[in-house]
């Protein structure tokens, strides 16, 4: 069975500071990853997806990376703003299903 | 990107009574979409895959009398509570996937008085 695991679950960093947020999952055969962010009460916003076959995606500040061998993603936040304070959660679809699994969430603070 | 909507956001029932929620795919047809669970600060719990034009496949310890799923068409699927009572007050999202992607909905907050 698939588990995905976020690590820390929370992180407060000063305005301005790079940061990394983890994420591992026990199966490797994977379909593709998705980093989401949630804000407090909503639903999720879609942020970046790697498919199976990637080692990276980018986009703006944020950077993505996949690492199936080891069951590992991070997600790296570059210059963090306080508008960046928001839950975070990976999550990645079985290769034969149309499932998504949620990791447990990071929940980041950036003090201004 | 894809627009998923969800009506209504907020609810408040009474124990014992239905309450239907809906989800839609604005822009976009979609033959799956998702129905998962949040508890407060916890991850999303996928509950059921709700394909259109056939019975929706509920996940192990979900309740399909319980939890009621109509995909009636290829932009809307409901979920109905049914008798609902304290224990099912939670956030419950929707998503609805186009092609690899799955796109979420704003999520509705279920209060059971």
Known sequence: ?112 | GAVVSQHPSRVICKSGTSVKIECRSLDFQATTMFWYRQFPKQSLMLMATSNEGSKATYEQGVEKDKFLINHASLTLSTLTVTSAHPEDSSFYICSAKEDYEQYFGPGTRLTVT
Do not use: H, M
Request: aromatic share 6%; net charge neutral; hydrophobic share 35%.
């Open chain 1, 1 to 112: 069975k698939q588990e995905v695991t976020q690590i820390p679950a929370a992180l407060s960093v000063p305005e301005g500071e790079n940061l990394v947020l983890n994420c591992s999952f026990t199966d490797s055969a994977i379909y593709n990853l998705q980093w989401f962010r949630q804000d407090p009460g909503k639903g999720l916003t879609s942020l970046l997806l790697i498919q199976s076959s990637q080692r990276e995606q980018t986009s703006g500040r944020l950077n993505a990376s996949l690492d199936k061998s080891s069951g590992r993603s991070t997600l790296y936040i570059a210059a963090s703003q306080p508008g960046d304070s928001a839950t975070y959660l990976c999550a990645v679809k079985a290769g034969a299903t149309n499932k998504l699994i949620f990791g447990t969430g990071t929940l980041l603070a950036v003090q201004p």
